[in-house]
């Protein structure tokens, strides 16, 4: 099937010069990284191929030059549009992972993970498949399921390394929240947040203990009230303070690592 | 494979003669392009190709929908500048002036639309029934008074005379929250000014709040804590003070809110008829 299609490739340049001189014309915009103007020629490629022999691969063309410039819905769109042109399962599939990918890079997990399962009876490399439910999971900062997925995928133990050695150095938001709940200011102290600690220490102590008083002063009313709509507020929010402190750094923890690999990693990436 | 070759053969000598005169690049072709760019809403190609071929042929069309490409991009001051070049000197200057109110109204400024309404030079002589029409619906977005009725309404199409008879009256008996009035209530008994601004659970708490507030306060105060006493009040003071600006700020948010949702219903309505002018766009 890819022979046919490369034979009706070469028979509509060869029999129209015009459609063969503007692919080379758009090409080369693409590879000199002109995505714009790539784009406009390849749109008229597409408008004046009236064979249409090239409108997979002129919508393919199209979709990543639209992810270069960031326009990922467009992108999306035209991959869409090369899906349905597309010939062969392999082809198919293949442009299925590059609409995976945008889902990545847009942070879309359940619509990138639902594509992935949905290629599990197709896709011949499966590895491949776990491989891009790893990226999916890292972009959301899910360092676990990232981490198992690429230990499963087999294919990046680079990451995989990288991976195991970021989870060590992450906070446990359970340990943050219990901290706190024990003693105020605790979790924040645990996340390296010492001002935020000492305050929110401070204001407990002065509310517990206006509140503490009253009781054993045996204003009842004037106790409850205060440890209902001062207190305990203030307690709470130490408490979802803390765990807030945690995950915001395991997410600057992962978010570093992630700038790392985009920018060191040699393998396929988003 | 023989009788394929000689298919082959045939079918290249047919096809060089019929595209031997074909140049993706000449007049007629990119126009083609062009408009099916604008089919396809790439505005900003169209624009583009428009321009190009307007180096090529000094048909004002094509300055004409180049201006409406980029009005459709929302790039209205460049798309205002196209179109000016089309006044006095060309066959599409109508065409071109009823497009240059069509961007002041679409640039959400109804009263820069009404200035420029006031100038009679620029009126499009073909098209001023449609401008006229305009003109009227930029008055519902307006604070000011309405013009008359009967010939504001009936300055329209049949077809639309209910809808904008509909949005006329709507207008007309809308009632605005006075944030002044609201932050007074507030003064006078806390949460009261949110009832008014019709913010119920926030009135409740409010009142909640205030009152517990200065109970203690009076409480403390009644059995010498004078130190307590001053902390609640100073609390309780801090909760009306919010409660009578929340208010205020709530009668604003109420009337915002209000002419936000009618505003967008107008646009709606607006766009549903091509603002009542006529439509230009490449075909």
Known sequence: ?270 | MKYFLKFLFVFAILSEFSFSQTNLFDYENRLKFAKNLFQEEDYIRSFDEFIELSKISSNDSLKLWAAISLRKMERFTESEIYLETLFGFSNLEDEAKTEFFQLKFLIEKADEFQKNYENKEIHPEKYRLELLRLKYFSHLFLDGKLPDSTSFINSFQQENQPEIAKLYNERKSRIEKNSQRAAIYSALAPGLGKIYTENYSDAITSFIFTSIFYGLSTYNLSNDSVWKGIIFAGIGAYFHASSIYGSAVAAQHFNAQQKFEYELRLKKYAETYNSFLPNFEPK
């Not at chain 1, 340990?175 to 001002?195: C, D, E, H, R, V």
Request: proline share 1%; charged share 25%; aromatic share 14%.
């Open chain 1, 1 to 270: 099937m890819k022979n046919l299609i490369i034979i009706i490739n070469l028979v509509t340049i060869s029999i129209f010069p015009q459609v063969g001189r503007q692919k080379q014309l758009a090409d080369s915009l693409f590879a000199s990284e002109n995505f714009y103007q790539a784009i406009t020629e390849y749109k008229r490629l597409q408008f004046f191929d009236l064979q249409k022999s090239f409108e997979s691969f002129t919508n393919s063309q199209i979709a990543k030059a639209y992810k270069k410039g960031e326009f990922y819905q467009k992108s999306e769109e035209y991959f869409r549009k090369a899906i349905e042109n597309s010939v062969s399962d392999e082809e198919r599939n293949n442009l299925k992972i590059e609409i995976v990918k945008i889902f990545i890079i847009k942070s879309e997990k359940e619509k990138a993970l639902s594509l992935l399962d949905s290629l599990e009876k197709s896709y011949f490399e499966k590895n491949q498949l776990d491989y891009w439910r790893g990226w999916t999971f890292l972009f959301h900062y899910d360092t676990e399921n990232s981490l198992k997925y690429f230990n499963q995928s087999e294919i990046a133990k680079s990451i995989v390394d990288s991976l195991e050695i970021l989870r060590k150095k992450e906070y446990s938001p359970t340990i943050a929240k219990i901290s706190s709940a024990i003693l105020p200011g605790f979790g924040q102290f645990y996340t390296g947040n010492i001002t935020s600690g000492l305050i929110s220490l401070g204001w407990n102590v002065l509310l517990g203990g206006i509140s503490v008083n009253a009781f054993f002063s045996e204003r009842i009313i004037e106790g409850i009230l205060v440890t209902d709509l001062l207190w305990l507020r203030f307690y709470r929010g130490n408490i979802h303070n803390a765990e807030q402190f945690a995950l915001e750094k395991n997410v600057k923890l992962a978010d570093n690592l992630l700038k790392n690999l985009q920018n060191n990693y040699k393998g396929a990436l988003p």
